[in-house]
Nanobody, 122 residues
Framework: QAQLVESGGGLVQVGGSLTLSCAAS????????LGWFRQAPDKEREFVGR???????YLADSVKGRFTISRNNGKNTLSLQMNNLKPEDTAVYYC????????????????WGQGTQVTVSS
């Protein structure tokens, strides 16, 4: 079992930066693959990136070069540093945890946070 709680969302201007955090309560946190997804209104949940238990990160092309994923296994936390934000980054962002190795689809993730809103204004 794992519980995930996101924080750090908010309103930011185009070109600005924001860091999302996800605090997890899970005895096996260090062995889980962690991911970030986002969902804009009337759109499907979209994969943003993931980081393995040994901190190998993979980002979607749409955010590569602008977003960075990191984790701290000692503190059971996951972070998403977002730079050069664009209006199309506006969405509810979710952190998720998976028992899989290279999960990309939402159905490959076992645990989810409640989401945090990110709004990028132009």
């Amino acid at each position: 079992q794992a519980q995930l709680v996101e924080s750090g969302g908010g309103l930011v201007q185009v070109g600005g930066s924001l860091t999302l955090s996800c605090a997890a309560s899970a005895r096996t946190f260090s062995r889980l693959t962690l991911g970030w997804f986002r969902q804009a209104p009337d759109k499907e949940r979209e994969f943003v990136g993931r980081i393995s238990y040994i901190s190998v990160a993979y980002l979607a092309d749409s955010v590569k070069g602008r977003f960075t994923i990191s984790r701290n296994n000692g503190k059971n936390t996951l972070s998403l540093q977002m730079n050069n934000l664009k209006p199309e980054d506006t969405a509810v962002y979710y952190c998720a945890a998976s028992l899989g190795i290279i999960p990309t689809r939402p159905d490959e993730y076992n645990y989810w946070g409640q989401g945090t809103q990110v709004t990028v204004s132009s």
